[in-house]
């Protein structure tokens, strides 16, 4: 069982970027699928998460309105499209499965089953 985030890197403040995460191993149709970043010094903390049945959407306070998540379940993938970037977005991004929920996420990270490896998002001003 594998997740491989992806699409990471340097962009500037206000620009955007879509990182992806891929699913391997196992279908992971229909639980919650979450994504969550690290910043240096910090804690991790939840970004968003989708629903792989019904496409349910929840997001962060600080991302909500700037950010999308979304997924393809053919390809078995979930993406994070990311838009007006500020220096606070940088972090490490990181995509996580939670197989004891279906259609309400959790932002708890303990809460989360199978973790990726992340991708750095660096935004510089």
């Known amino acids: 069982v594998q997740l491989q985030a992806s699409g990471g890197g340097l962009v500037q403040a206000g620009d955007s970027l879509r990182l992806s995460c891929a699913a391997s191993?196992?279908?992971?149709?229909?639980?919650?699928m979450g994504w969550f970043r690290q910043a240096p010094g910090k804690e991790r903390e939840f970004v968003a998460a989708i629903s792989w049945s019904g496409g349910k959407t929840y997001y962060s306070d600080s991302v909500k309105g700037r950010f999308t998540v979304s997924s393809d379940n053919a390809k078995n993938t979930v993406y994070l499209q990311m838009k007006s970037l500020k220096p606070e977005d940088t972090a490490v991004y990181c995509c996580?499965?939670?197989?004891?929920?279906?259609?309400?996420?959790?932002?708890?990270?303990?809460?989360?089953?199978?973790w990726g490896q992340g991708t750095l998002v660096t935004v510089s001003s």
């Open positions: 191993g196992r279908t992971f149709s229909p639980y919650v």
């Open positions: 996580a499965v939670d197989l004891q929920r279906i259609v309400t996420a959790s932002m708890r990270p303990d809460d989360y089953d199978y």
